[in-house]
Antibody
Framework: QVHLVESGGGVVQPGRSLRLSCAAS????????MHWVRQAPGKGLEWVAV????????HYTDSVKGRFTISRDNAKNTVFLQMNSLGAEDTAVYYC?????????WGQGTLVTVSS | EIVLTQSPGTLSLSPGERATLSCRAS???????LAWYQQKPGQAPRLLIY???SRATGIPDRFSGSGSGTDFTLTISGLEPEDVAVYYC?????????FGGGTKVAIK
């Protein structure tokens, strides 16, 4: 059974950094690309980033380029999202998702609140 | 960048009625790399349809997807109370992957 568990969210001041983690189980993690998707309070879904299975290929939405970095540790079945220079516009629930027939499996999300 | 526009914004129907949700892309999505997701309040999104018309595992057959190119449709034949949710389309043809703005389905 596929299981994705995000962690690392919380309240952070503007301009600071935060690192999210997503622990995966129930599938062959090292052969799947992984995504991060976010959802601001009361808003729709926004795709954030994707990382290929071997970590060699990554893409970001324009609003986070240069500030966010997606990475993975295939030995630990974990994908990360390093978020720097955070602003109020980054306040959202962040979901990780497995690349499988689209985004076939999602975690329950972790809330990031950027506030002074 | 491929922009997805969903309509209507809100759909209010009686139980048993047919719901038709539209997703229009700003450019052709080749290979029908389009998915539909359901999100109920307080929950993570769930994959319903992939490759425009294939149902994901465990999804009831009242949900169906169709379309190609720039016009795609999600149909719920026989709306049930548990189908109250927001539905999003998403293209995974090219980066940046994008979602539509969503259609909220309510029961009268």
């Amino acid at each position: 059974q596929v299981h994705l568990v995000e962690s690392g969210g919380g309240v952070v001041q503007p301009g600071r950094s935060l690192r999210l983690s997503c622990a995966a189980s129930g599938f062959n993690f090292s052969t799947n690309a992984m995504h991060w998707v976010r959802q601001a309070p009361g808003k729709g879904l926004e795709w954030v980033a994707v990382l290929s299975s071997d970590g060699s290929n990554k893409h970001y939405t324009d609003s986070v380029k240069g500030r966010f970095t997606i990475s993975r540790d295939n030995a630990k079945n974990t994908v990360f999202l390093q978020m720097n220079s955070l602003g109020a516009e980054d306040t959202a629930v962040y979901y990780c998702a497995r690349d499988y027939n689209g985004l076939g499996y999602w975690g329950q999300g972790t809330l990031v609140t950027v506030s002074s | 960048e491929i922009v997805l526009t969903q309509s209507p914004g809100t759909l209010s129907l009686s139980p048993g009625e047919r719901a038709t949700l539209s997703c229009r892309a700003s450019q052709s999505i080749r290979s029908t790399y389009l998915a539909w997701y359901q999100q109920k309040p307080g929950q993570a999104p769930r994959l319903l349809i992939y490759d425009a018309s294939s149902r994901a595992t465990g999804i009831p057959d009242r949900f169906s997807g169709s379309g190609s190119g720039t016009d795609f449709t999600l149909t719920i034949s026989g709306l049930e109370p548990e189908d109250v949710a927001v539905y999003y389309c998403q293209q995974y043809y090219k980066s940046p992957l994008g979602f539509g703005g969503g259609t909220k389905v309510a029961i009268k």
